[in-house]
């Protein structure tokens, strides 16, 4: 019973628990029902709110590619606007330049066509007198060549008979010495016994080639006195023809000699006028084209003056921007003007330089003492004008010279490399020990000290010293060259007569060192003091140019060593020619300018000569 009062008290308690647990639970999902409901409103909020903020999205949107659609008509207008102007502009452009080139090429086509004319009509009369020539001497040739065969005929003919009476001899020789063999042969089968025979025959047969040795010297002396006495014969009747026939090529070249000389004597006048009318300083220019890594070109245009006396280039600067269509123009240009005797285009070569420049090396072969430099600032083209191994001016020059030299003239060389405004030779590798120069007022000619005058007979012998020279050269890379001269190389040839060994002329061929502003290259220490040095000597030969040219009383040659080297060849007497080379790269402008400048007033001195 205990038992059973104990249970449903328990049951009882079990019951209280579970009805406290439900009254709970009822608590529960009526707080989660009123959580419920709130969080239902407000996302209805809020949804209602985002559903408004998409359509005023959607009104800016449609606003916007309104606008676009409006912005891209106005560009298609515009565009096509723009487009006729740059045609029609274009158009106009090119129908002014075609007429202004039609022009200056009629213009040039008629002067070619006068020139043609004049040239086919002295080619005709030079034909003419040289078919003259040439049969008289053909005929002559001809004749000289028949009496020529008909000796060689008499000449074969006796060394066939001798060659014969030699094999027989030899053949003689031959059966003789093939018998002592065999009997040598017999005796050295006898040998042991017959030592002491051998000994006697040994020294028979010593005696015997003796003999031999001696017959056969006769033999020779015999046949050499008989093919004497034959060929004297012969010689003799052969050379009366050729003595003949000589003299009359003898007289027949005298006269033509004579004619050469008349000839000569003329071209030589013509071209001393030629020379002195070109005067006796004159100026070149030449621009270089752009090389590899360079960008940017100045604007220039070279142009003929009138009646052809002289040309002129003419530089431009400016800032420059992009036009309408995106090509880079100029803009706010300012424009320079320069006049010279020549102005060679990037486009000349080495071989159109030499053309204009080969009648002064003629000059200097003729006796006038010749100068020829190459001005310009540092990677202008000076050196590949004047000392490029294979149609450098030098190298062009020596071939000139090795041709049509005199044969009684002999070519010397030196070559000098002027350094911190002292004289070194370029043919000595080591060269700590500076030369001194020597003038001699009487003959007025110069003397480096100590250098040897080194005699050349040969182009390969000059293209050697080139080479020696270039390796030999002072360069070092500087802000604006990657090999820049650091000095003047003077190649000095020194012509003398075979005979007296008298100095006849002397031709100066100079590669200046490079003109540099130090702003510019940027250089310190040693490279400051080199180019210190170059830019006074540079200075310094303008000035004596300058006063050469206006008539000074005093000109002052020992400013500097390579004015005062030049001394008796930079006088009026003597002919002079100063190319100003140019680099065309923008970047160096201001360089360009002060080279043209520079050149320009050497261009205007007055030239006096002693002949006028
Ligand atoms: N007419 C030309 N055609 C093609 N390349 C050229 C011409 N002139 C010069 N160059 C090139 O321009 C560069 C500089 O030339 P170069 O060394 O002759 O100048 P430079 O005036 O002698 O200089 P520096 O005074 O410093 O020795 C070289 O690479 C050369 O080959």
């Not at 940017?296 to 040309?311: C, P, R, V």
């Not at 800032?319 to 020549?342: L, W």
């Not at 065309?584 to 360009?592: D, G, I, R, S």
Request: include cysteine; glycine fraction near 2%.
């Amino acid at each position: 019973m205990s038992y059973l009062l104990k249970e449903s008290w328990c049951q009882d308690e079990k019951f209280h628990l579970a009805k406290d647990t439900l009254m709970q639970l009822i608590n529960e999902r009526a707080k989660l029902r009123y959580c419920y409901e709130k969080t239902r409103d407000e996302f209805e909020a809020l949804y209602k709110r985002t559903l408004w903020h998409e359509s005023e999205i959607e009104k800016v949107f449609e606003t916007r590619r309104q606008l676009v659609r409006n912005l891209k008509l106005k560009l298609h207008l515009q565009q096509k606007e723009a487009f006729l102007l740059f045609r029609r502009e274009t158009n106009m452009l090119k129908q002014s330049l075609i007429d202004v080139k039609t022009k200056i090429i009629n213009t040039k086509l008629s002067q070619l066509a006068v020139d043609e004319r004049e040239c086919h009509e002295t080619l005709k009369a030079n034909k003419l007198v040289l078919r003259g020539i040439t049969t008289m001497s053909e005929r002559r040739l001809t004749q000289q060549v028949r009496d020529f065969e008909s000796c060689m005929v008499h000449l074969v003919r006796s060394n066939q008979s001798q060659q014969k009476t030699f094999s027989l001899l030899i053949m003689k020789q031959g059966l003789r010495k093939r018998s002592i063999e065999n009997q040598l042969s017999q005796i050295s089968v006898k040998r042991p016994s017959l030592m002491s025979e051998r000994k006697i025959l040994e020294s028979d047969y010593r005696s015997m080639q003796k003999q031999k040795s001696n017959t056969e010297e006769q033999l020779k002396l015999m046949t050499i006195t008989r093919k004497t006495q034959k060929s004297s014969a012969n010689e003799i009747k052969d050379s009366q023809i050729v003595e003949s026939s000589l003299q009359e090529v003898r007289t027949s070249s005298a006269n033509h000699q004579r004619l050469l000389q008349n000839k000569e004597l003329k071209t030589r006048n013509l071209h001393n006028k030629l020379q002195g009318l070109k005067g006796n300083l004159r100026v070149y220019c030449r621009l270089r084209p752009l090389v590899t890594d360079e960008q940017e070109s100045i604007g220039f245009n070279i142009s003929d003056m009138e009646w052809n006396l002289k040309e002129s280039i003419t530089i431009y600067a400016g800032a420059t921007g992009n036009n309408r269509i995106g090509k880079s123009v100029i803009k706010e240009q300012k424009t320079y003007t320069f006049h010279f005797d020549k102005v060679f285009s990037p486009f000349s070569t080495n071989t159109d330089i030499f053309r204009e420049i080969s009648p002064l090396i003629h000059c200097a072969l003729e006796g006038t003492n010749v100068t020829i430099f190459a001005y310009g600032q540092t990677g202008s083209g000076k050196s590949f004008t004047m000392s490029k191994i294979d149609d450098g001016l030098i190298s062009r020059s020596m071939d000139l010279l090795f041709n049509e030299r005199n044969k009684d003239i002999r070519i010397f060389v030196q070559l000098i490399e002027i350094y911190n405004n002292k004289l070194f030779n370029l043919l000595e590798h080591k060269r700590n020990k500076p030369y001194e120069i020597r003038h001699n007022k009487t003959t007025r000619t110069t003397e480096v000290l100590g250098m040897d005058e080194i005699f050349v007979n040969s182009q390969e012998q000059i293209k050697e010293m080139l080479l020696k020279a270039e390796e030999n050269k002072r360069t070092s890379a500087t802000n604006i060259n990657e090999k820049s001269s650091r000095s003047h190389t003077v190649f000095r040839f020194v012509f003398r007569s075979c005979e007296t060994n008298c100095l006849i002329s002397t031709l100066h061929l100079i590669d200046l060192a490079g003109s540099e502003r130090i702003s510019q290259s940027k250089v310190i220490g040693d490279r400051l003091k080199e180019t210190q040095h170059i830019n006074k000597s540079l200075s310094c030969l303008n000035y004596v140019v300058h006063s050469i040219h206006q008539n000074h009383h005093h000109i002052p040659y020992r400013n500097s060593k390579l004015t005062y080297l030049l001394q008796y060849s930079l006088e009026p007497s003597s002919k002079t020619l100063m190319f100003v080379n140019v680099n065309p790269n923008k970047l160096f402008f201001n360089e360009t300018l002060t080279s043209l400048r520079f050149a320009e007033k050497v261009n205007n001195t007055k030239v006096i000569s002693y002949n006028a």
